[in-house]
């Protein structure tokens, strides 16, 4: 099962390929619903923040040997911009970094927030919704139609009339 929110990039573009490729992996696709942000947001904070800490060392490690080597800017005083493939290749980095990082009973910390959060497969490996926090089983439970599947429309986010508003 791969949750993910209703961002359209994550609906099926109508020929078919993405549930093709979700029956062959034998996935299912869940959706998060409006308004459940603030209810899910902790279980990816901590590995967030993981991330970000590898993604500075890595950038702060950078700087440092472009200052010693001299790789600055003509005229500008900064440095030279490394290049997205640089960026991209250090994204990957620190993602792979924290990966192997493992709390004392030897879980990733991507592992550990979605079990604490009731993301994760059971003991006997199956998933229900009765695993999940109270609060998301309840807007679950609100919004059934868009957790199967049915695409949330945008919604203005001052407009306190607005279906799905909470």
Not at 90 to 104: I, K, L, P, S
Not at 152 to 166: G, Q
Request: net charge negative; with cysteine; charged share 30%.
């Amino acid at each position: 099962m791969i949750f993910v929110d209703n961002f359209n990039g994550h609906h099926d573009d109508g020929n078919g390929n993405m549930q093709a490729t979700l029956e062959s992996s034998n996935a299912t696709l869940r959706y998060l619903v409006a308004a459940a942000t603030d209810k899910i947001q902790p279980c990816d904070s901590f590995v967030i923040s993981k991330i970000k800490d590898a993604w500075m060392e890595i950038w702060d490690d950078y700087k440092f040997k472009a200052i010693k080597d001299g790789l600055w800017r003509e005229g500008s005083g900064a440095l030279q911009n490394p290049g997205k493939s640089f960026f991209l290749r250090m994204a990957a980095e620190a993602v792979r970094r924290v990966n192997e990082q493992r709390d004392q009973t030897g879980l990733t910390y991507a592992r550990k927030a979605m079990i604490r959060y009731g993301l994760s497969l059971d003991i006997i490996g199956k998933w229900h919704e009765k695993q999940l926090n109270c609060d998301l089983q309840i807007v679950i439970e609100k919004h059934r139609q868009h957790f199967e599947g049915l695409a949330v429309p945008d919604l203005d986010p001052h407009d306190d009339d607005a279906p799905l508003h909470d």
